[in-house]
């Protein structure tokens, strides 16, 4: 069989042969070129030095184990190259792994098997139809939380962004895809006696989680930028806390240490006079479990506010797994702990601090975000900016 075959005026065929295997079957690999160089074509010797380099290669490839049959590749063998080729050195450790579960789960059972050019924008549409009518079904086996369908989107997109990039295909499908509809539902905060609950709570606490939870509640700090704080941070002379950057973490990575995303979440925040207390006698209580592990510490420099053994930060995990027990324990009502974030953002509002300082403390990239997210907070502003004229009219009586 000769190894290169024209098939038309511009396409040849080209096979390797790897010899017999197993069963005794010849194993070849081909490919399919298409030349589109009028210039080239016409010319005969320079033809058959291209096409004898381009046979090369691809026999190069072949015999070197790297060679992939891109005409057809299934979407699951791409998201492997996808993972071993982008994601891993482009994405964050805790992206790449929620990226790969919802893809596991969702996408791959859909359209896994099929090859990538023959995935189109109604099948994706099809994906989000089924994942949102699930998703309104409610509590149900093998329900989305409604913000976890956008992650599926947001994986399968990147997927084909990167086979558009490397032309595999010459569309992106997922970029006719709209993001699925999602109601907000109400934000889920602590009253103001269920706050007093939890910080006589806190008392009996280990000191570790005790700063951490009081630090969430008063500052409104996200779970990362808390995490990822360390002493040089914090300035209690000044008393003043920098947020510089955030911790994530994966099941597979220890931890990884980011700049905060937007310009905004680059913040200072001031401190109140009692948390500056209780911050100076937790650096104490510090310093001496960094001395009792003396050689033991495994950070070098780095000194994180909240440690687990040998100085390691804590994890999201082990944050989150603590919390559901201490609120259990405690018998206080349910909240995610990101819902201490919002606690504190709603009792500033509602102790009168402007709208746009409360922006600023949280870290939003505009006074937008907060007023959609924190509407709820504003009713009662509204009605008590109405209720200021009232004194203009002291002989009008209300029922």
């Not at 033809?47 to 060679?67: I, T």
């Not at 360390?230 to 973490?249: A, Y």
Request: charged share 25%; proline share 3%.
């Amino acid at each position: 069989m000769a190894n290169i075959q024209k098939r038309s005026e511009n396409a040849w065929f080209f096979t390797v042969s790897l010899g017999k295997g197993a069963n005794g079957k010849y194993i070849r690999k081909t490919k399919t070129i298409t030349i589109e160089d009028n210039a080239l074509l016409k010319t005969k010797k320079k033809l058959q030095d291209y096409l004898d380099d381009e046979y090369a290669n691809f026999r190069q490839e072949v015999l070197s184990g790297e060679y992939i049959a891109l005409d057809k590749m299934t979407f699951l063998a791409f998201v492997e190259e996808w993972e071993k080729k982008y994601a891993i050195k482009h994405l964050k450790p805790g992206t790449l792994e929620i990226y790969l579960i919802h893809l596991k789960n969702r996408a791959i059972p859909s359209f896994g098997h099929s090859r990538l050019g023959d995935i189109k924008t109604m099948h994706i549409i099809n994906l989000m139809d089924e994942l949102t009518r699930a998703e309104k079904m409610g509590a149900t086996k093998g329900t989305l939380a409604a913000g976890t369908i956008h992650y599926v989107l947001r994986a399968v997109r990147s997927v084909f962004t990167r086979a558009v990039e490397w032309k595999l295909i010459k569309s992106n499908p997922a970029d006719g895809v709209k993001k699925p509809k999602i109601d907000r539902t109400e934000i889920n905060v602590y009253a103001d006696e269920e706050i007093k609950l939890l910080l006589t709570a806190l008392e009996n606490a280990a000191p570790h989680w005790r700063m951490m939870i009081t630090l969430a509640l008063t500052t409104g700090l996200r779970k990362g930028e808390l995490l990822g704080l360390e002493w040089k941070h914090i300035d209690l002379v000044k008393g003043t806390l920098s947020v510089e950057q955030s911790l994530s973490s994966s099941k597979k990575n220890r931890y990884l240490i980011s700049e905060p995303k937007t310009k905004s979440s680059r913040r200072s925040l001031s401190l109140s006079a009692p948390i500056i207390s209780k911050l100076k006698e937790y650096k104490i209580y510090c310093n001496k479990e960094r001395l009792l592990i003396s050689n033991l510490w495994e950070e070098g420099k780095r000194f994180f506010i909240f440690t687990a053994i040998s100085g390691k930060p804590l994890s999201p995990y082990s944050l989150d797994s603590y919390w559901k027990k201490f609120l259990i324990k405690h018998e206080l009502r349910h909240i995610r702990f990101h819902d201490l974030r919002h606690t504190a953002a709603t009792w500033m509002l509602n102790k009168g601090v402007n709208i746009k300082n409360v922006s600023d403390i949280l870290g939003h990239a505009n006074i937008t975000t907060t007023l959609n997210l924190y509407a709820h907070t504003q009713k009662a502003d509204k009605q008590a900016a109405a209720d200021t004229f009232d004194s203009l009219f002291p002989q009008i009586k209300t029922n």
